[in-house]
């Protein structure tokens, strides 16, 4: 995908996000098969079992919008230091040795699956720890790539002009490889390996993805229609705060099932709430002024600003609500502790899982890999074709109906197996076999479906736009 019209760290960005892209679809895919083993339990028995098909849909989600999220940083360095990135050549070969390091843990757990479970099989095949079971070799390869990348960061960083947005990402992305350590160690007690597995796998996502997701979503305003920079920039600030503290405190809502006081409930819920807020009132406060800006400019007889990339802006606009209804409504509603004591470990949690990975983080990295085909093809204004449309619609109509069929799920579990028979193995059973538990199952392949058809739709848009006659250059 490179171009010769693009600098070396926009090219760098467009693999990142080529790979990105492929890793989604991965992802979908293996999603698709363990929905289906949920319908069928029998599928695909013996070849390619839940257990592998779930480990692969869940690392893949992770690793793709990582590979993203390095994407966007290389693509935004240039325009907002207003110099070429620094260690390039250093760059491309540590996206190489990435790649390299993803392909073999993708086939290990294809082929091999299953080990001695000893020290070999935690280094060589995965470590077994849900939603982290990189092998040990891996995991420090992952640090390796990030600190590489972090110090590109920096050192551009600190030679450019240094704005708002480069300064909180210099800071962010230090936090975001020094938190990945936390799931690099075992203890013997399980409550404590449990405390440090919860600062990667919550911390490190509502903390320093989110800081990344409002530095992003800052730039993408400034650069589709024009923000102010003191705005965005403010928002952002405020957002760093938040989410850093809240952050950290919004992980309680996890201790007390590792036997922890129960105060941290209380905690946990509250400022786990909190953590969307300060970019919805970004984009509020920003579409607000430039709605009073547009207004201005036709009473005054002048033609108003377009948006520039209509697509992007699509998906920054369904990130900020995403993310609000997928972090902060879905992920609040079953974690006060009233409700968790029931909710904790049901389909409750794959659907806040669900709806806000997607919300959060889907939705903007896909705006940038817009922003990025706009760039690679010199267009001046990107307008919506029929493919983006339905590529929109039915990804975000998909994974929200995949939300509404588990919180169903969730909620005949927490009936039957929570409230009416006690947590139980037999009511876990029971909860199973209801009616309206095994139909949610089966809406979420139906909605699984529909969010896989329009990702095929998507991936028509990307490697069309710049041959379609639309556009304007």
């Known amino acids: 995908m490179a171009s010769n019209t693009l600098n070396e760290s926009k090219q760098l ?13 991965a992802q979908l895919l293996f999603g698709l098969v363990a929905a289906t083993q949920f319908v069928m339990p029998g599928f695909l028995f013996e070849i390619l079992d839940f257990s592998v098909a779930r480990t692969l849909h869940i690392n893949a989600l992770v690793v793709w919008m990582v590979f993203a999220m390095f994407g966007s940083v290389y693509w935004l360095l240039p325009d907002e230091t207003g110099i070429n990135t620094i260690g390039i050549k250093m760059g491309k070969l540590l996206y190489w040795i990435f790649v390299a390091a993803i392909a073999v843990v993708v086939l290990v757990y294809i082929f091999v699956q299953v080990g001695p479970a000893d020290e070999t099989t935690i280094w060589f095949i995965m470590e077994g720890r849900e939603y982290i079971e990189a092998p040990r070799w891996a995991d420090f390869g992952i640090v390796v790539v990030a600190l590489g990348f972090v110090a590109n960061l920096f050192l551009t960083g600190m030679k450019g002009k240094q704005t708002g947005i480069v300064t909180v990402l210099m800071a962010d992305m230090i936090a975001f490889a020094g938190l990945y350590l936390a799931g690099m160690f075992f203890t013997d007690n399980i409550s404590i390996d449990q405390y440090w597995w919860w600062w990667v796998i919550h911390l490190w996502v509502e903390a320093t993805w989110e800081v990344f997701v409002g530095a992003i979503a800052a730039y993408g305003l400034i650069t589709m229609i024009g923000a102010h920079r003191k705005v965005v920039e403010m928002w952002l600030w405020i957002e760093v705060a938040m989410l850093f503290g809240s952050g950290i405190l919004g992980m309680g809502h996890h201790y007390f099932w590792i036997g922890t006081p129960e105060y941290w409930w209380e905690i946990g819920a509250l400022f786990s709430a909190l953590e969307p807020i300060p970019l919805v009132a970004m984009f509020v406060h920003v579409l607000y002024d430039w709605g009073k800006t547009q207004g201005a400019e036709e009473e005054a007889g002048n033609s108003a600003s377009v948006i520039n990339n209509k697509p992007a802006f699509t998906w920054f606009v369904l990130n900020a609500f ?74 975000a109509g998909g994974v929200m109906g995949m939300t509404v069929a588990l919180t169903i799920a969730g909620y005949v579990q927490v009936l039957v197996s929570r409230a009416q028979m006690g947590a139980t193995w037999a009511g876990y059973f029971d909860g199973q076999a209801g009616m309206w538990f095994a139909q949610g199952m089966d809406w979420r392949l139906v909605m699984g479906l529909v969010t896989f058809l329009g990702f095929l739709l998507l991936a028509k848009d990307l490697l069309t736009t710049g041959k379609n006659p639309v556009h304007e250059r």
Do not use: D, E
């Not at 960005?13 to 679809?25: D, H, P, R, S, V």
């Open 13 to 25: 960005a467009t693999w990142y996000f080529t790979f990105a892209f492929i890793l989604f679809g």
């Open 322 to 395: 995403g993310n609000f209804l997928g972090a902060g409504i879905w992920g609040f509603f079953h974690t006060l502790p009233q409700v968790n004591l029931y909710t904790h470990g049901t389909q409750f949690t794959s659907a806040h899982g669900h709806l806000a990975f997607f919300g959060a983080y889907a939705t903007i990295l896909i705006g940038m890999m817009y922003i990025a085909v706009q760039g690679k093809n010199n267009i001046k204004v990107l307008k919506n074709t029929k493919s983006s449309i339905w590529a929109v619609s039915m990804i």
